[in-house]
């Protein structure tokens, strides 16, 4: 059973424009160790953090409405490719708490990129696969 979907979209430049102006502070509060160093080897390291966002927000999206607090700290949301280069969402032991809240059992995320936008969208589902 669908729990919630979502969806977001980023303006790489956007991105682009908060590392210029942060550097590795924005970096380092938005995304987990594993993000950044794929982002580090990635071709466009503004384009890969821009994907990773537009998932944390869409995770959100699917998923906050169905907790106590409506809310959480994005940087709990880490995705990542597996070997063939298709994203998944890292699940990690505070994540999967947050999943048990909200009674999802597994995320499903899809991400594209067009010119200077990314989108990521999110299926949030009750039970695991």
């Known amino acids: 059973m669908v729990k919630g979907i979502g969806v977001d ?8 424009r908060f590392i210029a102006i942060s550097g590795d502070t924005f970096v380092k509060h938005t995304f987990s160790e594993r993000e950044v160093i794929a ?17 944390k927000e869409a995770v959100f999206k699917a998923i906050a409405h169905n907790t ?27 994540l999967r708490e947050l999943l048990d809240e909200a009674s999802v059992g597994s995320l ?3 991400i594209s990129t ?10 949030a589902v009750s039970e695991a696969v």
């Open 39 to 55: 982002s580090k080897e990635a071709a466009n390291q503004a384009e890969y953090l821009a994907t990773r966002f537009a998932a």
């Open 9 to 16: 979209m980023v303006d790489v430049r956007e991105i682009a």
């Open 108 to 110: 499903y995320v899809s």
């Open 68 to 94: 106590k607090e409506k809310g959480f700290d994005l940087r709990i949301v880490e995705t990542l490719n597996e070997s063939d280069g298709f994203p998944y969402i890292s699940v990690s032991e505070e």
């Open 114 to 123: 067009e010119g200077d936008f990314v989108i990521a969208f999110v299926i």
